[in-house]
Nanobody, 121 residues
Framework: VQLQASGGGLVQAGGSLRPSCAASGRTFGSYAMGWFRQAPGKDREFVAAISGRTGITYYGDSVKGRFTISRDNAKNTVYLQMNSLKPEDTAVYYC???????????????WGQGTQVTVSS
């Protein structure tokens, strides 16, 4: 299984970004997808997750109402629409896939390489 994240970048506070993560190697629609982030010196933090078939979503408290996770099973891709970005959203964003929809990183068995998101004030 391979996950390729892209779409990060540098944006001013209040702006938007839409990173994506393309998956290959197993039946994409049968697995949950998650986004996590890690800022320098901090623990990895849950951002959002979406189930495989039903599209049920979970969000971390710090991004609820600003970020939206979605997936296109025909394209084997998951997206993270990030609006109203804040400097504290600056981190490396990782996508992950696993058998169950969960907020815990331990529930995901494959991870992408990460994409840097930097929000300037």
């Amino acid at each position: 299984v391979q996950l390729q994240a892209s779409g990060g970048g540098l944006v001013q506070a209040g702006g938007s970004l839409r990173p994506s993560c393309a998956a290959s190697g197993r039946t994409f629609g049968s697995y949950a997808m998650g986004w996590f982030r890690q800022a320098p010196g901090k623990d990895r933090e849950f951002v959002a997750a979406i189930s495989g078939r039903t599209g049920i979503t979970y969000y971390g408290d710090s991004v609820k109402g600003r970020f939206t996770i979605s997936r296109d099973n025909a394209k084997n891709t998951v997206y993270l629409q990030m609006n109203s970005l804040k400097p504290e959203d600056t981190a490396v964003y990782y996508c992950a896939t696993g058998p169950l929809l969960a907020r815990s990183a331990g529930a995901y068995d494959y991870w992408g390489q990460g994409t840097q998101v930097t929000v300037s004030s």
